[in-house]
């Protein structure tokens, strides 16, 4: 394997870890939703500009629809949330594979390979199976919400593979101003604990932040089927974290449609390796 094929794969292991802790964060704040969404993003882009140090945000059209595209993930997501089950939102969003197959054949020119589409299959099977004691009916809207999250996360590959020579770390610091500036007339609701602040402070920093700074470093290494596919470990993990602050274990369902998750990426990535 590449060299710098192999430490983008650490990159997007290490980004799935600290977005995994997002679900578990976010219920701990107690505020309003689309706040929770503006101030974490506001927090994200500040971690972002000290990385960035000077940051040349040229206007492009392919990074500005990139940026609006990462701003509407992470506004339909948080929306989803609200609308419909935690459950429902995570699995439709993770739709994204297939999303990224299609665009991938129309905007990127690249062929639909066999072995992607049976991954595809094998982790759309295995996340119902995870998911499948949770899942209800939900509501249409927030459905159909949670469907746009994952066409939005498809997007954001697609343009980040885009981007010729500029940083992709401008343009998810560019989609957080703007989830951030979206997000503003929410902040006047309610004023949140100092706990919630602390938590609000990890969820920036370190699931958005960081993580999207190892996403963006990745990413030009990397095919966008594995862009999309590796990052699926993030649900996987919300379990474990958990399992180990509540003790709640997840059931028999749950192990097997991990397995199956985790069984097809590495073969996956094994075979292509060969």
Known sequence: MEKHQKKAILYLITASILWSIGGLFIKLVNWNPMAIAGARSGIAAIVMLLYLKKPVIRLGKIKLLGACTYASLLIFFVTANKLTTSANAILLQFTAPIWVVLFSKFFLNEKIKKHDLSTIVLVMLGMILFFIGDLRGGTFIGNFIAILSGISMAGMVIFLKLLDDDSPVEMTFLGNIITFIIAIPFFFHSVPNLNSILYLLILGIFQLGIS????????????????????????????????????ESPGTYAFIGGAIVLIAISTRELCIKK
Request: aromatic content about 16%; charged content about 10%; cysteine-free.
């Open 212 to 247: 999207y700074i190892f996403y963006n470093l990745a990413i030009k290494h990397v095919s966008p089927i594995e862009a999309i596919l590796i990052p699926v470990l993030e649900p996987l993990l919300n379990p474990i974290w958990v399992f180990l602050f509540t003790g």
